[in-house]
């Protein structure tokens, strides 16, 4: 870690160097990602609870009040119950995996590990999985009952990643503002309100893990950066110039994270199928087979094919991630929930919601549809004239 340390300062200084020499690469890079995270939209936050019901998925409620003193049962910080002193920045260190595909394989999986967070972000849309006002297992006991904790999902490109961290550090920002705190980097004397999981390990103890700086690094980034970032969202929101997130927790839904120290990272992500969804080659052409609604299929990856995004699930064969993931639309009027007979639910979305959906448009009787996943168990849809 010293070592680490002591490296770092040391390409400080050399960036230095180079900068007064007017020949400032290393450094323009870095201004430029900040510049353009400070001019991203920011993607809506979603409560995993809401996400789960949505897509007929039944969630493990892990930090539960029910679970009493058993493991999963929940904690105040060291200075009580809603009251943080500031946020742990991770990263999850599966490549490609969104926050959509980590909250769900947490959501299985948190029996085998024994580390969950408050959060999970990536370019699209941000999760939140349990309540911030307790504490959650990032970071070791230190951090755990100091801190709120939010992993980072690994993008593939340089915009994506931009996004990623405007996500990311907006929403820090907006909590810090709820809670009352005010940026400031964490220190060896144990002050600050920005940590990352390495500044833990170093000043902290009670876990090792460096992340996320070497994510960071592979897009010339730097903790430093991120919290200029983290910065400059807390002033605008201090400055009134743009809207906190409403820091709504609702029921306290908390999920477990991969350990990135015990489990090697997979080189696939299972998914679901939402829709029965045709089978394409490399080249985008139907290759005559399908994949049935409700099936798993190991994602490889995405690849691009004449526009259209796919996933790669092996053996040359591809599926649309519309079909498996979905994507998020908004609702331009109020939309009633439709089921599979085109008969009206009793329930509806409201106008200027965000939701998901599934594959194209679906012909029920006279009309189209949109498919919205499952509640209880059938499926649910809209008319697809409420989606802008
Ligand atoms: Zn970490």
Redesign the pocket.
């Known amino acids: 870690m010293h070592r680490k340390k002591a490296l770092s300062k040391m390409i400080a200084a050399a960036v230095a160097v180079v900068a007064s020499l007017g020949m400032a690469k290393a450094n323009t890079a870095y201004a430029s990602i900040n510049s353009e995270a400070e001019q991203a939209a920011i993607s809506p936050v979603y409560q995993a609870s809401a996400l789960f019901r949505q897509a007929g998925i039944s969630y493990n409620q892990f930090n539960s009040p029910a679970n009493g003193r058993k493991y999963g049962s929940r904690f105040g910080y060291r200075f009580g119950i809603g009251r943080p002193e500031g946020v ?1 920045i ?2 999850t260190a599966t490549p490609n995996a969104s926050a959509w595909a980590e909250a769900r394989y947490f959501n299985s999986n948190w029996q085998n590990a024994y580390t969950y967070v408050h959060a999970v972000v990536d370019d699209q849309e941000l999760i939140q999985l349990s309540d911030t006002n307790y504490g959650v297992w ?2 070791g006991v230190q951090a755990n009952k100091r801190f709120i904790q939010i ?1 980072l999902c690994r993008v593939n490109t340089r915009a994506r990643f931009v996004r990623s961290i405007a996500n990311d550090a907006s929403w820090i920002a907006s909590m810090l503002y709820k809670y009352g705190l005010k940026p400031s980097r964490a220190s060896a004397s144990g002050t600050g309100t920005i940590w990352s ?1 390495h500044d833990v390990s170093s000043y902290l103890g009670g ?1 090792d ?1 460096v ?2 700086d070497t994510y960071f690094e592979q897009w010339g980034y730097s903790m430093d950066e991120f919290y200029s970032l983290v910065k400059y969202y807390y002033n605008r929101l201090a400055h009134g110039t743009s809207t906190a997130y409403s820091g709504k927790t609702s029921a306290s839904i908390t999920v477990s994270r991969r350990s ?1 120290v015990t489990q090697a990272p997979k080189s696939y992500v299972k998914r679901t199928a939402m829709t029965t969804s045709r089978i394409y080659s490399a080249y985008g052409w139907w290759t005559g087979k399908r994949v049935k609604a409700g099936r798993a299929v190991k994602c490889y990856g995405t690849r691009w094919i004449n526009g259209k995004q796919y996933y790669d699930i092996g053996s040359g064969r591809y599926v649309r991630t519309l079909n498996v993931s979905g994507k998020i639309v908004a609702l331009r009027s109020k939309a009633y929930i439709y089921n599979g007979r085109g008969r009206r639910t009793g329930w509806h979305y409201n106008r200027g919601n965000r939701i998901r959906v599934y594959g194209g448009t679906f012909s029920i009787a006279r009309h189209k549809y949109r498919f919205c996943g499952f509640s209880g168990g059938s499926k649910i849809y809209i008319r697809s004239g409420n989606v802008a």
Request: charged share 25%; glycine share 8%.
């Open positions: 742990v991770h990263e990032g970071a992993e999981h876990t893990h992340d996320p990135t």
